[in-house]
């Protein structure tokens, strides 16, 4: 198959790193230069971190952190309220639970989707934005007016996706969800150097200091601990609706101070370290109900934007590209007919929307409020699954999943019924 992928995110990337190794020739359509990746720190959970380890992924060349303990406490006490042991992740989950610098996690997976390895390697054209998307035609339209038909088109194109007015028939604006987040990164050398500080650094502890008011500082290392990620989610009035979700807006030491001045003395002083800090509105768009139309599919946020309390985004742009990569996996007897690749985004469906819109729902609580997302999370679990209530078994529920058995599962049904007719 030819296939046409538009984003070079993370999404776009295992995408295309997927359907490489399954024999496909894959080409990236992305607006950028690449230079604009902003630096922070991303989750890699083991749902995900399972799927790129078996593609040959370099967790030392990416610099890597794993996960060895996540810990729950109050903002201004520092006193744990919960402890989860995550070093024995690896025999439990079959991976390590990482903590990636995103620039580090896009350039290994870069190095993947276009170097040397099974498959052809995937060709990347960069500053080619898609103006338009023509899923009846399976064809993509550039900013220079050129033309391109393909087998299979995947739009990776992130939050803002304008490929989902050719799958829903309209716009779905992400609302506001009254919260923003600070993010902003310390060099650990930095903070190392002040004795109060000191004690706290850890290799490959998360930690996540609450308060009241939905306020939260989430701390992880990342960069081979040498780099201290923060991202500062509280109420935020100024977050309404008009906002367009954005990464990259300015903040302050002062509107950090303003938000967690009853913190703990001690990371009072960290706060006032901070640089380079960023505010990043939260918005929030309901799960759609299908991603497909003809031979076009959405992936990543562009399906399925989340807020951060999960720390599943990332996680589930890669199940998406495991589920992708399994499904498309032909036979050699196989003939890729268009009634055939558009059977195989069904079964997609089939393994992805209900996962990942239910993490969608989680994601807009955090794990320790898992009340507030209970009915609606319901509908989006497999019947029998409870909703989880506690840090662990949110991790057991997120973490045990794999999204490779799972499509191996649903493929090898449709193949013993004979590659039976779906309802498209
Ligand atoms: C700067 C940044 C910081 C983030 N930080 C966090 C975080 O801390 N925690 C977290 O959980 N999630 C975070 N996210 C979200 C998380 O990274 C994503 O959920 C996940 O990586 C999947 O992203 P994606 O590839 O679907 O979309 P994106 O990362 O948004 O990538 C979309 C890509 O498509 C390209 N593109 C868009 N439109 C077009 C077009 N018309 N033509 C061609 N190319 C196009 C964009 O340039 C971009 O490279 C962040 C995202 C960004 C961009």
């Not at 295992?14 to 990236?28: F, K, T, W, Y």
């Not at 890669?318 to 055939?340: N, R, V």
Request: proline fraction near 4%; charge should be negative.
């Amino acid at each position: 198959m030819n296939v046409i992928i538009v984003g070079g995110g993370i999404a776009g990337l295992s995408a295309a790193l997927g359907l490489r190794r399954a024999g496909h020739h894959v080409r990236i359509f992305e607006r950028s230069s690449f230079l604009r990746e902003v630096g922070a720190a991303i989750n890699v959970c083991p749902n995900a971190s399972r799927i790129l380890l078996q593609w040959g992924f370099d967790t030392k060349r990416a610099r890597l952190v794993a996960a060895r303990r996540s810990v729950v406490a109050p903002g201004s006490s520092l006193k744990t309220l919960v402890d989860v042991d995550c070093s024995q992740f690896p025999s439990v989950y079959g991976a390590s639970f990482f903590f990636a610098h995103r620039v580090d996690l896009h350039t290994e997976l870069q190095r993947l989707a276009t170097g040397s390895g099974p498959g052809s390697p995937v060709e990347i054209s960069l500053r080619s934005e898609v103006v338009n998307y023509a899923a009846d035609q399976s064809s993509v339209t550039l900013s220079d007016g050129s033309v391109h038909h393909a087998d299979l088109i995947v739009a990776a194109d992130g939050v803002h996706t304008t490929a989902i007015h050719q799958v829903i028939g309209h716009a779905v604006p992400a609302v506001s969800t009254g919260s923003a987040a600070f993010r902003f990164l310390i060099p650990s050398d930095v903070l190392r150097k002040d004795s109060d500080i000191a004690p706290l650094l850890e290799d490959g502890a998360l930690r996540v200091l609450v308060a009241e008011d939905r306020r939260r500082l989430v701390w992880y290392p990342c960069a081979d601990n040498t780099v201290q990620n923060f991202v500062g989610i509280h109420t935020d009035l100024a977050s309404d609706g008009a906002e367009k979700e954005d990464w990259d807006r300015d903040a302050t030491v002062d509107d950090l101070l303003t938000h967690y001045h009853d913190f703990h003395p001690t990371i009072i002083r960290i706060l006032k370290k901070a640089t380079s800090i960023k505010r990043w509105p939260l918005l929030y768009r309901d799960p759609i109900p299908t991603w497909t139309r003809g031979r076009l599919v959405l992936i990543g946020d562009a399906a399925h934007p989340m807020l951060p309390h999960q720390g599943q985004a990332g996680a589930q742009a890669i199940e998406d590209a495991g589920a992708l990569s399994e499904l498309f996996t032909f036979a050699e007897q196989t003939s890729t007919t268009q009634q055939e690749i558009q059977s195989r985004l069904w079964l997609f469906e089939q393994v992805r929307v209900n996962r990942a819109s239910a993490m969608q729902v989680f994601s807009n609580a955090g794990q320790d409020e898992s009340w507030k997302i209970k009915e609606q999370a319901k509908k989006y679990l497999p019947e029998g699954v409870e909703v989880p209530r506690s840090p662990a078994e949110f991790m057991r529920h997120n973490f045990g999943y794999d999204v490779i058995d799972d499509a191996r599962e649903v493929l090898g049904g449709y193949l013993r019924r004979g590659g039976e007719e779906v309802d498209i």
